[in-house]
């Protein structure tokens, strides 16, 4: 895969632009926003994401977004209707997760 290839997501908390999700050579990656980071009370992604300014890199897909895929029928009807590898996790989650439950929503680069 070319750079030009790598497909990038902005991450959002209670609708709130907190960082960037990439695929790169390397994995993935997950930078906090630097102006979310001094905004007056940033949450983090999550628990296992916590506030920080240096970039996360992951060999894998990060647990945590894994984690807001669907599951079983509802992934099967995810997959079919994009046409979508299960195992393309990451295209997945830019498909399945622009509006997910809970504080965290998805939206493709």
């Known amino acids: 895969m070319n750079e030009n290839e790598y497909r990038k997501a902005h991450i959002f908390v209670q609708d709130i632009y907190a960082g960037l999700l990439e695929e790169n050579d390397k994995g993935y990656s997950f930078t906090y926003d630097r102006d979310y980071l001094d905004s007056s009370d940033p949450l983090p992604v999550s628990l296992t994401l916590p506030l920080r300014q240096e970039t996360y890199q992951s060999e894998f897909f990060f647990p945590f977004f894994d984690g807001l895929i669907p599951e079983g029928w509802l992934l099967n009807l995810v997959s079919d209707n994009w046409k979508i590898d ?3 996790r990451f295209g997945l989650l830019l498909v399945a997760c622009r509006d997910c439950i809970g ?5 493709a680069v």
């Open 103 to 107: 504080d965290v929503e998805v939206k």
């Open 86 to 88: 299960p195992r393309d």
